[in-house]
């Protein structure tokens, strides 16, 4: 089985992506921990922040009218 090609490292004068739109790196060197919650089960919903030792939980919101227009 071949690794996945790291997407976050980019050669010098590239442009980087907009993090807004570009899914999370996802190689062995990138990937976060598994989490898993006090039953026992996976829990996706915890984001690390590079630099920071801390996780910052992640949850799926519904866009209101001002939301879909800052974002499209």
């Avoid at 570009?22 to 976060?32: F, M, S, V």
Wanted: some cysteine; aromatic content about 6%; glycine content about 10%.
């Amino acid at each position: 089985m071949s690794e996945q090609a790291c997407t976050a490292i980019r050669a010098d004068g590239d442009i980087p992506p907009n993090v807004l739109f570009t899914p999370p790196c996802a190689c062995p060197r990138c990937a976060p921990a598994t989490v898993y919650n006090h039953d026992g089960n996976r829990d996706d919903g915890w984001l690390r922040v590079r630099g920071h030792q801390q996780r910052y939980r992640v949850e799926m919101v519904e866009l209101g009218a001002a939301g879909h227009a800052v974002l499209g």
